[in-house]
Nanobody
Framework: VQLQASGGGLVQAGDSLRLSCAASGRTFVNYVIAWFRQAPGKEREFLAARRWSGSSTVYGDSVKGRFTMSRDSAKNLVYLQMNGLKPEDTAVYYC??????????????????WGQGTQVTVSS
């Protein structure tokens, strides 16, 4: 399994970015895919998750209304559209896959495979 996150960069507060996660190495139909982030000295924070074959997405409280997760199944890509970025959004952003129930989606331990992460830095 390979997950590769990309699209990070240095932006100013209020800007937008779209992250991509390229997934390969297995059929993901029965899997959950999620976005997390981790800032220096902090725990990995849940952002969004959905079933690969589903239509509904669960979001973390800190990003509801600003971030949107979507999927291009034909390309095996998952996106995280981030709008209204704030300096506190600065972190390394990761995508991960797992097979847990909805109740576990916000927990990093529910995911077995992770990409290498992409850095997002938001200046004030």
């Amino acid at each position: 399994v390979q997950l590769q996150a990309s699209g990070g960069g240095l932006v100013q507060a209020g800007d937008s970015l779209r992250l991509s996660c390229a997934a390969s190495g297995r059929t993901f139909v029965n899997y959950v895919i999620a976005w997390f982030r981790q800032a220096p000295g902090k725990e990995r924070e849940f952002l969004a998750a959905r079933r690969w074959s589903g239509s509904s997405t669960v979001y973390g409280d800190s990003v509801k209304g600003r971030f949107t997760m979507s999927r291009d199944s034909a390309k095996n890509l998952v996106y995280l559209q981030m709008n209204g970025l704030k300096p506190e959004d600065t972190a390394v952003y990761y995508c991960g896959t797992g097979r847990g129930p909805t109740s576990t989606w916000s927990q990093p331990r529910a995911y077995n495979d992770w990409g290498q992460g992409t850095q997002v830095t938001v200046s004030s």
